[in-house]
């Protein structure tokens, strides 16, 4: 294999004035532990396991009360952290109060720009505060939200939060039963959601949502809608503005155990009821005190952004930055609207030191031909961040030719698992193209062979040896933990298993070959299906593509690649032969499709993954009704021209 590009290395004075650099100089002055690199520091993270854990608490200076014995107690997955602590998330987003930088800064489609002030945040949570003690809301209740990525949702969840209820979000563009699907599972209390939303320069109203949520949740005993105004509600409900409007009440936090639900995340549901993931108070302050310090190197005073929505975990994330003490930048609405340059503009204009999105959004930018690092000016920017998908070498050439030479580029992966990242960046090493930095502290993740070793240089399942503390506490409604033990245990027991087909470099870096469920296995070669997308891509006549290999009886095998043709182009003889001549050369004769097809578009889920499960079971003869979750789907009606395919010839291919 040739040596990836070299694309960045950070200077010395940069490496020298990273947080990690300084958390190395903090262990030896007060610990007197030496270590002379990152990998160093990583491999005593992960063969000290507690000691590491326990080194952060004092280090980030955690609010706590109680005592405890023992960092960890019992063995993956039943493992408890710090028992005997008390603490709270919210507490220490306000630790980190400032009245010199903004809190948060928000922009959205149809309202001017708007800065909150520290001061402010903390009279608002504390206004909703008062509202959920009035609607008795106490410690394990829970509170869902379906709202867009707007200050109100960071309010109510912090206030949430505070009190030690449990919060849960989706996205307004979610669908009615996906919503249900989720937020039925937990039993709410309380339910806030907006009764319409701006998206792509146009409106959606909400209101029929919210009157089947009302019906569907029969434990809500308080409804708060925003942006009201419409004269349809056919149940009792509270303006946000009333929630707001007490300015007297003290903001008060109330400290729950360390193993104590923060909130309840969703799995993408695509092929079923969607899990319900529970993570800690305390294992996630700690991963995000650790994610963002040190791999991210946010600094206070720092603009922070991260383009979500409240049904991505990101969302999530990205309120570690104010842990941090850095400005919280949210963005409500398209990505394309009015045009791809919107989000560079407004990069621009805010001045952001640390932007984050999606692979598939700098792929978009690619193919269009935009070119931020000539039109705009971008100086302000020190890293850029990308997750949700593989970013594929050609993605970080990009990035350095037309966005910014000397950028920090973070390639990272984790997941709603963890709802942070096992690999990602590092400020104190190189970015290689089409190579994730690396290994994050405190994670023990490996390649795997078919002999389950692990192994380096070679492609295996990726798995994490040792428990991290923001690894799910369990699943709702799985007393047993069978959903949770099938999801991560059952290949490797006492192991995750995290579905990933990985590598892991010579450099001690990662790349990701794709899920190792959706492995493309012919004639005992396997690469994963980012490889194909890679080829793909470099099709210019070719806006997406998705391949899934169905296994037939007698060990045959038949491998269709769907491709969605640019706008004006056809999917003609020539350029099938194109696509076929660079799958073969960049991948193996293996591999080239038995059929490629023309689609008129590809299944993503509304977090924006391309799923190929849905699509590999509907062609495999499944009923579709039983393997696919239109509501978790951004486009379910993509899905009606593979049924169709199946329905009219595949069916014949599959016998």
């Given amino acids: 294999m040739r040596e990836p590009k070299l694309l960045w290395t950070p200077s010395d004075s940069y490496i020298k004035n990273s947080n990690v650099s300084h958390f190395i100089k903090w262990l030896k002055d007060t610990k007197d532990l030496h270590f002379k690199d990152y990998a160093d520091l990583w491999d005593w993270s992960t063969t000290k396991t507690e000691d590491f854990w326990k080194v952060l608490v004092e280090y980030f200076k955690l609010i706590t009360e109680g005592k405890y014995s023992n960092v960890m107690t019992g063995t993956m997955p039943h493992v408890n952290w710090f028992e005997g602590l008390h603490l709270n998330y919210a507490e220490h987003i306000f630790r980190s109060f400032s009245s010199t930088t903004p809190a948060i800064i928000f922009q959205s489609e149809d309202k001017p720009r708007e800065e909150i002030s520290w001061p402010e945040l903390k009279q608002k949570v504390a ?110 409900h509270t303006n946000w503005s009333e929630t707001i409007a007490n300015t007297t009440h003290e903001l008060q936090f109330h400290r729950v155990p360390f193993n104590h639900p923060i909130w309840v995340l969703y799995s993408s549901g695509t092929t079923g009821l969607p899990k319900a993931i529970v993570h800690s108070h305390g294992g996630i302050l700690l991963e995000q005190l650790k994610y963002l310090t040190f791999h991210n190197d946010v600094k206070a005073g720092e603009r922070y952004f991260w383009y979500t929505t409240t049904g991505w975990m990101m969302w999530n994330y990205i309120h570690g930055s104010l842990l941090c003490g850095a400005t919280l930048v949210l963005y409500d609405g398209s990505l394309a609207h009015p045009d791809m340059t919107v989000i560079w503009k407004f990069i621009q204009e805010i001045d952001i030191h640390h932007f984050g999105t999606s692979a598939g959004f700098l792929l978009s930018c690619m193919k269009a031909g935009i070119d931020p690092r000539q039109d705009f000016n971008l100086s302000s920017l020190r890293s850029l961040s990308s997750t949700g998908s593989t970013l594929p070498p050609e993605g970080f050439d990009w990035v350095y030719s037309h966005v910014k030479k000397e950028i920090w580029l973070a390639s990272i992966s984790g997941g709603t698992d963890v709802c942070s990242a096992f690999v990602g960046g590092n400020p104190t090493w190189p970015v290689f193209s089409g ?199 951004r486009n379910p009606e993509s899905m009606n021209f593979f049924i169709d395919l199946f329905g009219r010839h595949l069916n014949q291919n599959n016998k």
Wanted: with cysteine; net charge neutral; charged share 25%.
């Fill in 127 to 236: 206004s909703f505060q008062k509202f959920l003690l009035d609607a008795g809301i106490v410690a394990g209740d829970r509170v869902v939200a379906l709202v867009p990525c707007i200050p109100e949702a960071t309010i109510a969840f912090l206030a949430t939060n505070s009190l030690g209820a449990i919060w849960s979000s989706c996205s307004p563009d979610f669908g009615s039963q996906s919503v249900i699907d989720r937020f039925a599972q937990i039993n709410p209390k309380v339910l806030i959601a907006v009764d319409g939303y701006f998206y792509g320069g146009k409106y959606y109203d909400k209101q029929d949502v919210i009157n089947q949520l009302a019906k569907a949740l029969p434990g809500v005993e308080k409804i708060v809608l925003l942006n009201t105004g419409s004269k349809q509600c056919s149940y009792q």
């Fill in 435 to 633: 190579e994730i930095q690396c290994r994050t502290l405190g994670c023990l993740l490996e390649s795997f062979n078919e002999n389950r070793q692990a192994v380096l240089e070679e492609v295996g399942e990726m798995v994490v040896s040792k428990p991290m503390p923001s690894m799910p506490i369990y699943f709702w409604n799985d007393p047993e933990y069978k959903r949770y033990l099938e999801s991560y245990f059952e290949l490797f027991p006492g192991k995750w298993r995290h579905g990933d087909w990985i590598e892991i470099t010579a450099r001690q870096g990662v790349i990701i070959y794709g899920r190792s469920d959706t492995t493309l296995n012919r004639g005992g070669v396997r690469i994963g299906t980012s490889e194909i997308y890679r080829a793909v891509d470099k099709i210019s006549e070719v806006k997406d593509s998705l391949i899934v290999c169905i296994e037939k009886e007698k060990g045959e095998f038949y491998m269709p690649l769907f491709v969605v043709m640019v706008e004006g182009q056809e999917l003609t003889e020539a350029i099938q032969k194109k696509i076929i001549k660079i799958i073969r050369s960049d991948n193996s004769p293996r591999h080239v499709p038995d059929e490629i097809i023309s689609a008129p578009d590809i299944p993503y889920t509304i977090s924006g993954k391309k799923t190929e499960s849905p699509v590999k079971k509907v062609l495999q003869g499944r009923t579709p009704s039983e393997v696919v979750n239109a509501g978790a789907l």
